[in-house]
C-alpha cells in the first residue's frame, strides 16, 4: 500500500513538538490572531525574502484580498489560467472582475507568456500566474509585459512555498504572492491557513486591514472588510513546520530526482523545471495517453494517484458563463487528459518511489491490447460485418 499523501506520517514525526505548541497556543487564550500568529508572519516573510507577510484564513482568501488591495474590482479583467484549482477563478469573481484565461506553456505547464499581450484589452488591470505543481510561472517575461501596460502582478504560489525563478523565491517577484497551508500543501496548518507576501507596505496594509473587517482599531471601521483573520493554533502549528519546511522540500526533490532517473527511458511527459528554477514539487505529474487505464491499475495494486487536474477551470459547469468551450485552450485540455500525479511527499520511501515506476511501466494500454491480441481485433470486427435481422 502506498497511499497518494500521507498526513499521519508527518504528524508522527514531531508530535511532542506540535502538541506542546498547540498546548502553549491555547493556554495564552489568544484563538485569534496574537503572538503565535505574529511570529508566523515574521518568519514565513523572511523565508518568502519579502519584507511583509500577513496571515489570513486560507488560501482562497489570500488571493481575494491581494486582488482587492491591488485595486480590481467590477468591469476589469484580470488574466490567468485554467489549469489551476478553482479558487484562482473564484477570487477573482470575488472581486466582480472578470478572469481571462490564456493557455499554459506545452513544457512548464504554467502561463505561457507568449499568448499575453494578446489576450490584454483597456480593462485588463491584473495578471494572475499560478506556480503549477510547484514550478515558478516564467516571471521575467511576465513581469516585463506587466510593467509595459502597467498591469498589477499577483503570484498564485498556492503549491510553490520555497520555489525559486532565478534565485528569488515564489510570492517575492509580482506586487503580492498568495500562499495556502491547507493540510496537504507543502506547508501545511491543522486546518485552513493562508497568507499574502509584499514588498509594499501599503499592499500590506490594506490587508491587514481588508482581513479584519477593515478596523484600523478597534471599531473604528475605516473600509469594509471580511473576517479572514488566522488562528492562533494555526500559527502555533506553522511555526513548528517552518523549522522543517526545507529539509521537507529538499526530500520531496530528491524523490522527484528519483522519479525522473526511473522515467528516463520512459515516453511519459515528466516536469521539466528549467535549469534556473527551483521546483518544490507540491505534485509529481506525469502525463500518458492512456491515464484511466493506468490510475485503475495502480490502484488495482495499492498505489494511490491523484489528478490535478481532470477539468480545467473554463469547461467547469460552474463557470459555463465566462463563455468558454471545448477547443478554446488546447495545451491545458490536453494536460487534463493526460495528467497523473504520483505519490510524493518527505516520508515516502525510496524503495516506494521504485515500486510505484516499475508498477506504471507495467500498465499496458487497453485500446493497444486489444488492437494487438488477435482474439479481440476478431471479436471488435464482428458487429460491423453483422447483417441487421
Ligand atoms: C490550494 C490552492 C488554492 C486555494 O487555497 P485554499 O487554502 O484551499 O483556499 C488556490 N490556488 C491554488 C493553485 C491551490 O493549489
Redesign the pocket.
Known sequence: MIPFLDLKAQYGQIKPEIDAAIARAIGTAQFVLGPEVAAFEERFADYCRVAHCRSVN????A?HLALLAAGIGPGDEVITVSM??V??TAAILYCGARPVFVDVDPVTWTIDPALIEAAITPRTKALLP?HLHGLMADMDPIMSIARRHGLVVIE?A??AHGAEYKGRRAGSIGDLGCF???PG?NLGAFG???AVVTAQPELARRVSLLRDWGQETKYNHVIPGYNYRMDGIQGAVLNVKMNYIEAWTEARRSIAAEYAQLLSACSFGRPQPPWHSRHVYHVYAVTLSHRGDAQSALQDVGIGTAIHYPIPVHLQKAYAELGYGPGDLPVTEKLAKEFLSLPIYPELLPEQVVDVISKLKQVKPLAFAELTDGNEVHIRARPSNRRAS
Not at 486560507?58 to 482568501?61: I, L, M, N, V
Request: hydrophobic fraction near 30%.
Open positions: 486560507s488560501g482562497t482568501s488571493l489551476t484549482f479558487a484562482t499560478v498564485d498556492a503549491q495556502s497551508f491547507y500543501k485552513e491557513g493562508g
